[in-house]
């Protein structure tokens, strides 16, 4: 038993310094372009006028961060950012699994699908902003479809490739249809449909902050606090915004990736 203890011991210290290893290892060009940016700022290397020093970036944060203000616009980005990811990835699972599942459905939408996707998605700014004008219901839109082509495409991929085992199976056995797509097929194309959530949160957060820049004529974000730091020629508060959005992202991406790994290993063992 205590052989056993101590080789359960041992793996876990090997995985935690593995995992020190990794983050280390993701924190070196930070800390070398931070470094560069303190030795460049104390020899005048850099005009402060145009790229300030990481000290005075530093005030101008804990300033912003004492003012509501900031965390409004933050908040703001987020919900948009959820409420979009949440409508266009709910749609493009159910699209992607119905266009791999279901003829009539795939005759039906898969030529106008496979055209409308080549459309670039920027393309339907002008379209969105014209019925929907500048609000948070065209920022939103503009984020669901972002999410809604990769999600959809990733789904239609993993159900694509699933073995045609799985419909005999569930033909001999005589399964009900909603028993074969929730233990089944949404299993077995679980993997992809992962990866296009990722690209979906990725294209999201994107979206949220490109339709701030691009219908920032209404309401408060981290992107209309870029622009807001651009008319000031305010520097500090772009680059604030700039390394707020980038945290944000790496967050949002990390937890999305802890669901997947926790996720695909309790499929496992059911």
């Not at 935690?16 to 020899?43: C, Q, R």
């Not at 233990?183 to 339709?211: E, M």
């Amino acid at each position: 038993m205590s052989e056993i203890s101590l080789e359960q011991s041992e793996i876990r210290i090997n995985s935690s310094l593995d995992k020190s290893i990794k983050v280390l290892h993701a924190l070196i060009l930070p800390i070398a372009f931070i470094a560069l940016w303190v030795v460049a700022s104390a020899l005048n290397w850099l005009d402060p006028k145009l790229i300030p020093s990481p000290f005075t970036v530093l005030l101008g944060a804990l300033h912003s961060f004492a003012q509501a203000e900031f965390w409004q616009g933050f908040a703001a980005s987020l919900v948009r950012n959820f409420s979009g990811y949440a409508i266009g990835a709910s749609l493009g699972v159910a699209f992607g699994v119905a266009l791999g599942t279901t003829r009539w459905v795939n005759w039906l939408f898969a030529p106008g699908f496979n055209i409308l996707r080549q459309v670039s998605l920027f393309a339907w700014l002008p379209l969105i902003s014209t019925f929907l004008g500048y609000g948070n219901g065209a920022k939103i839109l503009f984020i669901s479809l972002s999410v809604f082509y990769p999600v959809a495409l990733h789904s239609l991929e993993g159900v694509s490739s699933i073995s045609a085992k799985y419909a005999e199976v569930a033909r001999v056995y005589q399964f009900p249809k909603l028993y074969t797509y929730r233990k089944l097929i949404l299993p077995a194309a679980s993997p992809q449909i992962f990866v296009g959530l990722q690209l979906g949160l990725i294209f999201a957060w994107l979206a949220t902050v490109g339709s701030e820049f691009l219908l920032a004529n209404y309401g408060v974000g981290l992107g209309n606090l870029v622009i807001r730091g651009r008319e000031q020629f305010n520097v500090s508060l772009i680059i604030l915004g700039m390394l707020t959005i980038g945290f944000v992202g790496v967050i949002l991406n990390s937890i999305l990736s802890r669901i997947e790994r926790k996720v695909l290993r309790w499929q496992q063992r059911s």
